[in-house]
C-alpha cells in the first residue's frame, strides 16, 4: 500500500511558477510509475504528465507541454511537477498518482494523493 501526499500548491499570478511535490511511502517508490492529474471545477479529472520508474520516459498533455516539467528522487520517494508560465487555465486541485503501467488514464493508476489546489490569478 502506497501513501502519496502533494505539497506546493498555492496562489500565483498569471506567469508566474509553482512547484509541487509528491512524497511517497510504505511502497517500493522506485518501481512505480508517477503521473500528475488535475480537476478543475465542473470538469473532469485530466492527463497532465508521467514519468517512467527510472525517469527515462516522460509523458506531457499538450496544453502543459514546454511549460511544465516531471522529475523523481527515488532516493527520497518523491515525484515534482515544475510549472512555469501559469495561466488560468491551470487552476485546478493537482494530484500525483502511481501505478504499473505507463497510461495517461486516470482509472489505470493505482494509487492517489490527496490533492492540492493551484489557483491562478489574471
Known amino acids: 500500500q502506497v501513501q502519496l501526499l502533494e505539497s506546493g500548491g498555492g496562489w500565483v499570478q498569471a506567469g508566474g511558477s509553482l512547484r509541487l511535490s509528491c512524497a511517497a511511502s510504505?511502497?517500493?517508490?522506485?518501481?512505480?510509475?508517477m503521473g500528475w492529474f488535475r480537476q478543475a471545477p465542473g470538469k473532469e479529472r485530466e492527463f497532465v504528465t508521467s514519468i517512467s520508474p527510472g525517469s527515462i520516459i516522460t509523458n506531457y498533455a499538450d496544453s502543459v507541454k514546454g511549460r511544465f516539467t516531471i522529475s523523481r528522487d527515488n532516493a527520497k520517494n518523491t515525484v515534482y511537477l515544475k510549472m512555469n508560465s501559469l495561466n488560468s487555465e491551470d487552476t485546478a486541485v493537482y494530484y500525483c498518482a502511481a501505478g504499473w503501467v505507463a497510461t495517461t488514464f486516470a482509472n489505470r493508476y493505482d494509487y492517489w494523493g490527496q490533492g492540492t489546489q493551484v489557483t491562478v490569478s489574471s
Open positions: 510504505g511502497g517500493t517508490f522506485s518501481s512505480y510509475f
